[in-house]
């Protein structure tokens, strides 16, 4: 009987040791709306993320604040954390997030928007892709040349002939 | 001693049936298998007239051989009176004493004559003063236990053993019981005299631990009634309540792998 105790005891110690594995929650304490960021995977250099919240400013859009000297692992946790929204608030927030390398140059990025209201906690996963297109929209582009018509004609003088 | 009485008696014994049948005590023991009464009692008188015989031829061993065998037929007082002579004549006067002694003590007064039982007490008394007696008991608190005596060797009967006829001289007593040490005891008896002798029986030390009464084999203890059972169960009981304790307070949490980066506090 005290063998087969003994073995239970013995049995438990790895499922208590396999059986704990804590995922820290990045908003756990913070009371007002917060969003737990996990990235899962990304660029391998990755050193910091520059995180764009469109309508919000930060103090400290990059983190970790300090470069380490390694590349982070992924996955990366953070939060971002919300003061109260106020009344231009419509609901829903846009983080961009970049990864950074060791030069600063981007070398992923990636976009979700999130509906969130006051004191709400939410969970995002993401996935750096590769860097969007850094070309201007079309209709940003610049308007073609104004150079002559190919035939010549002097707008001035009206079309031969008339 | 002449052999003219004792043939004459021997002829009394052996032809006088009915004076011998009237002298068998009331509880005669049974004769041998496929013996019948009638036949017993032929078969003594054979004896004793053969035994008669020898007397008168001067073989006395011969003759005391035949009044043995018959007496063990039929344990007849006039077999007893007739040992007793033999004996004498034989040289055996403790014997003759004993069967004389016998002869008296179990004759019919009615059924032997007065003679005769005068010839016994006279013989008797002139071999008294010649031999000793020797009583054998156990040891007071000892009494109830059956043990046998042994005399020189010969087995005289069970303990006590009363006034036994001995030639004066050496003799060694043994008292023998089963489990117990024979009790061993060198006498040395002058004639006339009357010795008493207490035997004490002590177990023997092989025997005296087959007398303790072989003991169970204890019964299993159970197993909590062992003394390492509740020590492995207080041990347990820590360990878990230990585990218990670390998994509560996160001791055994690991942290996921991965990067946590600082947080980002963002406003309009």
């Keep these: 009987m005290t063998r087969r105790w003994l073995s239970w005891a013995v049995g438990l110690l790895p499922l208590a040791w396999a059986g704990c594995i804590v995922t820290p929650d990045p908003c756990a304490g913070y009371p007002l709306a917060c969003i737990a960021v996990t990235v899962e995977s990304g660029p391998r250099d990755t050193y910091q993320l520059l995180v764009t919240v469109l309508g919000f400013s930060s103090t400290t859009p990059l983190t970790p604040r300090q470069r380490p000297t390694e590349p982070l692992v992924y996955p990366l946790r953070f939060a971002v954390r919300f003061s109260e929204f106020d009344h231009r608030h419509r609901g829903q927030v846009t983080l961009d997030v970049r990864a950074l390398d060791a030069d600063n140059e981007v070398r992923g990025q990636a976009r979700a928007t999130v509906a969130i209201d006051n004191m709400e906690k939410h969970h995002l996963r993401l996935t750096l892709g590769t860097p969007f297109d850094m070309a201007l929209p079309l209709d940003q582009a610049s308007p073609p040349d104004l150079q002559e018509p190919p035939d010549g004609t002097d707008l001035a003088q009206g079309p031969a002939g008339d | ?268």
């Design chain 2, 1 to 268: 001693m002449s052999r003219g009485p004792v043939l004459i008696l021997l002829l009394w014994a052996g032809l006088a049936p009915r004076a011998s049948q009237a002298e068998l005590p009331a509880s005669s023991p049974p004769v041998g298998p496929g013996h019948t009464e009638a036949a017993a009692r032929e078969q003594t008188r054979r004896l004793v007239r053969e035994a008669a015989q020898l007397m008168d031829r001067g073989e006395v061993a011969g003759a005391v051989a035949k009044l043995e065998q018959a007496r063990r037929l039929r344990p007849d007082p006039s077999l007893d009176y007739n040992l007793g002579i033999a004996y004498a004549e034989g040289g055996r006067p403790a014997e003759a004493a004993a069967a004389l002694e016998r002869f008296l003590a179990g004759a019919a007064p009615g059924a032997v004559s007065q003679d005769r039982l005068e010839e016994a007490r006279g013989r008797l008394r002139a071999l008294a003063p010649t031999l000793a007696r020797l009583s054998v008991r156990l040891a007071p608190g000892q009494e109830g236990r059956s043990a046998s005596v042994l005399v020189d060797n010969r087995l005289l009967g069970p303990v006590p053993v009363v006034g036994h006829w001995l030639v004066p001289g050496p003799h060694e007593v043994r008292v023998t019981a089963p489990q117990m040490r024979d009790f061993i005891v060198s006498v040395v008896l002058t004639a006339g005299e009357e010795r008493s002798v207490s035997a004490l029986l002590v177990p023997r030390p092989d025997a005296a631990a087959a007398l303790i009464p072989p003991q169970a084999p204890p019964a299993p203890v159970p197993v909590y009634r062992r003394w390492w059972f509740w020590t492995a169960v207080s041990g347990g009981a820590v360990v878990a309540a230990a585990l218990i304790g670390a998994g509560a307070a996160g001791g055994f949490n690991r942290r996921a792998p991965g990067s946590d980066l600082d947080p980002l506090d963002v406003a309009r």
